[in-house]
């Protein structure tokens, strides 16, 4: 059995990667999925940013509860 996930702890887990390389995948609805490779760049209370490295200028914004229902899921570079 997995281990149950919190919001509290998938903040903390961000939290814990900030400024590391990451690859993202996500539900852009109507069966369409966005995989993109980016860099952890800031994390707010309910919010965290991801700078795309496909367009430095470009970033993209997600709440911890799209990682918690799977809407995101974020891979770390190792």
């Given at each position: 059995m997995g281990s149950?996930?919190?919001l509290a702890s998938i903040k903390r887990d961000?939290?814990?990667h900030l400024g590391h390389k990451v690859t993202?995948?996500?539900n852009g609805g109507r069966r369409r999925i966005f995989i993109d490779k980016g860099t952890i760049e800031k994390t707010y209370?309910?919010?965290f940013l991801i700078r795309l490295e496909t367009d430095t200028q470009r970033i993209v914004t997600?709440?911890?509860s799209d990682v918690l229902t799977n809407t995101v899921q974020i891979v770390y570079a190792s």
């Amino acid at each position: 059995m997995g281990s149950v996930k919190t919001l509290a702890s998938i903040k903390r887990d961000i939290e814990n990667h900030l400024g590391h390389k990451v690859t993202l995948k996500a539900n852009g609805g109507r069966r369409r999925i966005f995989i993109d490779k980016g860099t952890i760049e800031k994390t707010y209370r309910s919010i965290f940013l991801i700078r795309l490295e496909t367009d430095t200028q470009r970033i993209v914004t997600y709440s911890y509860s799209d990682v918690l229902t799977n809407t995101v899921q974020i891979v770390y570079a190792s």
